[in-house]
């Protein structure tokens, strides 16, 4: 008996790279997980369309521009212009990453240079290293890449103010967004719950369209609180917009997504369809890289630009390998960390 492990709404993907195929599931990686989808072609029942290597033109890449990096993702692959796709600036590039030039990557950690002329042979190189675990063609082989707002604790605390969060809001979303006035109440929710307040505004500018949503407008929710994708008229409604703003931080994050006792621990932090809050919290595979797009805003818009960034990188960032337990000072164990994504998976 298999359970499944996380959710995705294939409206949100064009292109993925298939590793196994039976008649009846095919293994994929979505945004860094690898797991089986439904793939029974006869029933009439399947969820993806097959395309030769050879076939594919415009494929999902990373690129930078102006020190910034990139997420295309494409609506098209086999359109042999990139258009109707969606770009996404999710951060600081790293250094070894070249202005200009593609990279794919499906897992946002490692990045395999191409160009037109060499897209088959590269899709061929990087699926060939998925389906056995290798990273060696990567041009960041030895040095795994971890976008910094997409990795960052939700238990860090944030350095901007009430004020200086309220001064981006008011000059980047429209008069009538529920959105305005809101810093008070993140900062608030920062202080009781320990919820890092510009992580939650990327959250919540992503969920309700910078406040302007029909949820947020009709129901004060900005976080698409309750809002099933199957039913998302179910999504809550709240006396004020800072009421959302306290719920999520305090029965979302604090005592849910964020604690290791809760079964959708999967880290702290908003990350994608492999570690973090965007396994169980959205359907959308790149929901964590598009709440990162957005503190990742903020912090570049305070600071004055990408060059100074008084935020990002300034908490190191560590990722477990191994599993291991984490101790207090007395060295009694608080909970146990584990590589293995088995305990929903299988």
Do not use: C
Request: charged share 20%.
């Amino acid at each position: 008996l298999t359970k499944a492990f996380t959710y995705t709404n294939v409206g949100y993907m064009e292109d993925v790279p298939v590793l196994e195929m039976t008649d009846k599931a095919a293994k994929i990686m979505v945004n860094g997980y690898i797991g089986w989808i439904a793939n029974d072609i006869s029933s009439g029942t399947y969820n993806m369309k097959l395309i030769p290597r050879n076939q594919v033109y415009n494929p999902s890449y990373y690129t930078v521009k102006n020190g910034d990096l990139i997420h295309y993702i494409s609506a098209n692959m086999e359109s042999t212009s990139s258009v109707g796709g969606t770009s996404l600036v999710i951060g600081k590039a790293p250094s070894y990453l070249k202005e200009g030039v593609k990279y794919l990557s499906y897992d946002g950690n490692y990045f395999y240079e191409y160009t037109n002329s060499n897209l088959e042979s590269k899709l061929n190189s990087l699926i060939g290293e998925y389906r056995t675990g290798s990273r060696m063609g990567a041009v960041n082989k030895s040095s795994t890449f971890y976008n910094y707002y997409q990795y960052l604790s939700f238990r860090s605390k944030t350095s901007y103010t009430a004020a200086e969060l309220d001064r981006f809001i008011n000059n980047n979303t429209v008069s009538t967004s529920k959105l305005r006035g809101l810093g008070a109440s993140l900062k608030d929710a920062e202080n009781k719950y320990g919820v890092n307040a510009l992580i939650m505004l990327g959250v919540a500018m992503n969920e309700s369209a910078l406040g302007t949503s029909y949820y947020a407008m009709t129901r004060n929710n900005l976080f698409g609180i309750a809002a099933f994708d199957s039913d998302p008229n179910q999504a809550t409604t709240f006396k004020t917009p800072g009421d959302s703003v306290l719920e999520f931080a305090k029965n979302y994050i604090s005592a849910g997504y964020a604690d290791p006792a809760d079964w959708r621990y999967y880290g702290g932090f908003v990350g994608n369809k492999y570690r973090g809050v965007n396994i169980k919290y959205a359907s959308d595979p790149y929901w964590g890289e598009k709440a990162a797009q957005h503190a990742y805003s903020i912090d570049k818009y305070l600071s004055g630009g990408n060059t100074n960034l008084k935020e990002a990188n300034s908490k190191f960032i560590g990722m477990v390998k191994g599993n291991s337990v984490v101790i207090d000072g007395s060295g009694r164990e608080l909970y146990k960390i584990s590589t293995s994504l088995n305990d929903y998976a299988s």
